[in-house]
C-alpha cells in the first residue's frame, strides 16, 4: 500500500518490509497487553543502529563459498565467524550496521533435534550447584571461590574509549573533525563491546558445562545505573548479559539459571552458621562472625546465594 506513495520501497527486499510490518505490529500488542510496555518510539535515522530482516524463500539467500546471497543485494563478501553443517537449514538474516561501519549478518538456522539433544550431559551424577555473586569492581564471584575479572587488555580498551570519548566532547558538533573522532569512538567502542561479549560467551560457556544449576541475584539493573555512585560500572560490564548466556547456556545442556530473590541478604549472612549480621558496611570487605567464620565477603555471599538456590530448587 505505501510503495505506491514511497517508490523507494520497491528498491528493498519485500520480506524485511514485512518484518518491519510484524515488529511494528507485535510492538502495538504488547503495549495494549503488557504493563511494562511502552507506546511503540520512532527509530531515528542517524541514532538509531540500522538492521533489517529477511527471510530464506525457495534458497534465495544462500552461502556461498566466503559470499552471502542476498535479496536485492547480491553477493557480498563475508567473513564467517563459524562453520555450518549442510544439514542445518537457514531460515532468516539479519543485516546490522553499527555505528563503526561495519556490517554484521547473522544466520539463523533450524538444526535438527537429534543433534540438539546429543549436546545435553548426561544425567546420572549429582546435580551440581553454583552461586555467583556479583561484584561492582570485578565480574562476578563464585561459591567455589573463584574469581572472575576481565583481562587487561579489555581495561586498557576501556581507557582508550574514555580518551577518544574526552577528545569528541572538545571538538565543535557538526564540524568535519568532530564528525572524524565519532566514527573514531564508535570504532573503539565496538571493539570494547566485542571484546566483553566474547569474555562473557566463554565464562558463561565453561560454567554451563561445569555446573547444573547456577543461582544469582535478581538485580534490578536499571536501578542500579541510577544509584549515582556506580552508574558506569554497572550500565557498562554487562551482567545483564552475562546472565543471559548463563541462562540459555544451561538450558542448553539440561540446567537452569535460577534468580534469587532480590531481598534475600546474601552478604549479611553467615554462610557457617547462619547468624545475620544486620551492620555489615559495603567497606567490610572480610566477613567476621562469632562463630569463627572469616572469609572474603563477597565468597560469603556467593555461598549463601548456592544455599538459598539449593533450597528453591527443592522445595
Ligand atoms: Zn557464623
Excluded at 511494562?36 to 534465495?60: A, E
Excluded at 546435580?127 to 579489555?154: C, H, N, W
Excluded at 576501556?158 to 569528541?168: D, G, S
Aim: charged share 35%; aromatic share 8%.
Amino acid at each position: 500500500m505505501y510503495k505506491k506513495d514511497y517508490p523507494w520501497l520497491k528498491e528493498v527486499d519485500s520480506l524485511a518490509l514485512c518484518n518491519a510490518q510484524l515488529d511494528l505490529e507485535e510492538a502495538f500488542r504488547n503495549h495494549r497487553t503488557r504493563r511494562d510496555s511502552g507506546y511503540p518510539k520512532y527509530k531515528s535515522k542517524h541514532h538509531s543502529r540500522q538492521s533489517y530482516t529477511t527471510n530464506v524463500v525457495n534458497g534465495n539467500i544462500r552461502i556461498e563459498g566466503k559470499k552471502i546471497r542476498l535479496p536485492k543485494i547480491g553477493s557480498v563478501r563475508i567473513r564467517a565467524h563459524r562453520d555450518t553443517l549442510e544439514i542445518w537449514k537457514l531460515k532468516a538474516v539479519t543485516v546490522t550496521k553499527e555505528a563503526s561501519g561495519k556490517y554484521y549478518a547473522s544466520l539463523l538456522y533450524e538444526i535438527p533435534e537429534s543433534e540438539n539433544q546429543a549436546k545435553g550431559k548426561s544425567k546420572e551424577t549429582e546435580t551440581k550447584y553454583l552461586g555467583i555473586d556479583y561484584a561492582m569492581d570485578g565480574l562476578a564471584v563464585m561459591s567455589d571461590g573463584r574469581r572472575t575479572e576481565y583481562p587487561g587488555y579489555f581495561r586498557q580498551a576501556e581507557e582508550k574509549l574514555a580518551r577518544e570519548q574526552r577528545k569528541l566532547s572538545h571538538c565543535e558538533r557538526g564540524s568535519r573533525n568532530y564528525e572524524k573522532q565519532k566514527r573514531r569512538v564508535a570504532v573503539v567502542h565496538e571493539k570494547v563491546k566485542n571484546q566483553r561479549k566474547d569474555f562473557l560467551h566463554k565464562l558463561s560457556r565453561e560454567l554451563a558445562d561445569e555446573y547444573d544449576i547456577i543461582g544469582v541475584e535478581d538485580i534490578d539493573m536499571k536501578a542500579m545505573s541510577r544509584c549515582l555512585r556506580f552508574g558506569k560500572s554497572v550500565a557498562d560490564n554487562g551482567y545483564g548479559m552475562f546472565r543471559r548466556f548463563l541462562a540459555y547456556k544451561l538450558g542448553e545442556n539440561g540446567g537452569e539459571l535460577i534468580k534469587v530473590d532480590r531481598f534475600f541478604p546474601s552478604s549479611k549472612i553467615c554462610s557457617k552458621c547462619g547468624r545475620v549480621k544486620e551492620d555489615l558496611t559495603l567497606s567490610d570487605r572480610v566477613y567476621r562472625c562469632s562463630c569463627g567464620n572469616c572469609m572474603d565477603r563477597d565468597v560469603n555471599a556467593a555461598i549463601n546465594i548456592r544455599m538459598e538456590t539449593m533450597r528453591l530448587k527443592v522445595s
